[in-house]
C-alpha cells in the first residue's frame, strides 16, 4: 500500500515491549541468576559504618554495616525473629541488634543473643539473619547475591592495582547519569550498551551539552567494533587540527564492567578508571567506579589515550 501523508502518526505505536530474558534480575530469572555468578559492587566501603544503611542490588533490599570490630555486614532487611526493620538496628562491637526485642546478629547473620529468652536464648544457635558475603576492595564493598556454592572469586583488576608512586584509588558512586544518589531511571542493560555507543559522544557531549570533556572529544571518530576476551571494545580515531591522532579505547566486559577513559586528562597508556553498572531492580540503574589518582594531579589521573603523528 502507498505511503500517504498521514502515515507514521504515535497513533500508530506498538504497546512497548522489552526482553525479559536480558533485562528483568530478579532472583529465578535468567539474567538474574546470571547475575548473580558475579561479585557487585553495592556500596562506597565508607557506607558501611555505624549507622545501617539501605542498599539494593538485583532487586532485592538489604543493610549494609560495619561492626564494632570493623567488619562490614550485608543483611536481609527484616528480622528473623518477627521481620522488624533492622534499619533501625543498633550497630554494635559485634553486630547488628534487632530494635523490636534485641536479637544480635553478627555479620553473617549468625543470631548471638536473644535478650528476652531465658540465658539470651537457648536455641540461639539455629537462628541464621539471612545475610550476603560481602569484600572490600577499591575502596567499595562488593557482595556476592548467588549460591554459595558457585562463588567465585573477587576479582584483580590490573588497572586498579598496578599503582605508581603517589598514586591512589579513588571510588565514587556518580557515573555517567546517575549523579551519586541519583539513580537513572532506566532499565540497567539501557545504561550499560551506552558504553559501546561512541557516536553519541560528539553530538550529545560535544555538541548538545557545550564541550563537556574535551575540545577533541566533539569531532566524529572513526569507530572500530571487535569482539573481546570478555565482552565488545571499540576504538575511536579523531585526527586533530595539529596532525596527531586522538585514539581512545572502549570496552563493555560482560556482565556489568565499563572500561572508559576520563577524557578530561591527558595521560597515555593504561586505563585508569572501571566503573560497574548495577542493576538495582528491572527499572533503575546507578553505577560505581574506582579510579586511580595521583597525588600530583588534582583530579584523578585519565589515560586510555595514545597518540602519534
Ligand atoms: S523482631 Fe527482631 S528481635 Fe524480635
Known sequence: MQKGHDDGTAYELSPPRHSP??????RGTPMGELLRRYW???????????????????????????DGSGRPGLVHPHCAHRGASLWYGRVEERGIRCCYHGWLFDAEGR?????????????????????YPVQERYGLIFAY???PAKKPMLPHLSPLESLAPGE??????????SGGDVVV????????????DPFHVP?????????????????????????????????????????????????AALPTLRVVANPRVGRYGEVESIGWVLPLDDT???????RRGSSGACAPASTARAGSS
Open 21 to 26: 530474558e536480558l533485562t528483568e534480575v530478579g
Open 40 to 66: 557487585h559492587p553495592v556500596g562506597l566501603s565508607s557506607d558501611a559504618g555505624a549507622t545501617p544503611k539501605r542498599v539494593q542490588a538485583l532487586g532485592e533490599e538489604m543493610i549494609l554495616f560495619r
Open 111 to 131: 543470631c548471638l543473643e536473644q535478650p528476652c529468652e531465658p540465658d539470651a536464648g537457648r536455641r540461639r544457635d539455629r537462628v541464621r539473619q539471612p545475610w
Open 145 to 147: 547475591l548467588g549460591p
Open 168 to 177: 591512589w584509588i579513588e571510588a565514587d558512586d556518580t557515573s555517567i547519569g
Open 185 to 196: 531511571p532506566c532499565n540497567w542493560l539501557q545504561h550499560f550498551e551506552n558504553v559501546v
Open 203 to 251: 553530538v550529545l557531549h560535544g555538541s548538545f551539552s557545550g564541550a563537556q570533556f574535551v575540545a577533541q572529544m566533539a569531532s566524529l571518530p572513526q569507530v572500530t567494533f571487535e569482539a573481546s576476551a570478555l565482552g565488545v571494545k571499540t576504538t575511536q580515531l579523531r585526527r586533530l587540527d595539529d596532525g596527531t591522532v586522538f585514539r581512545r579505547v572502549t570496552e
Open 284 to 290: 533503575t540503574s546507578p553505577a560505581a567506579s574506582p
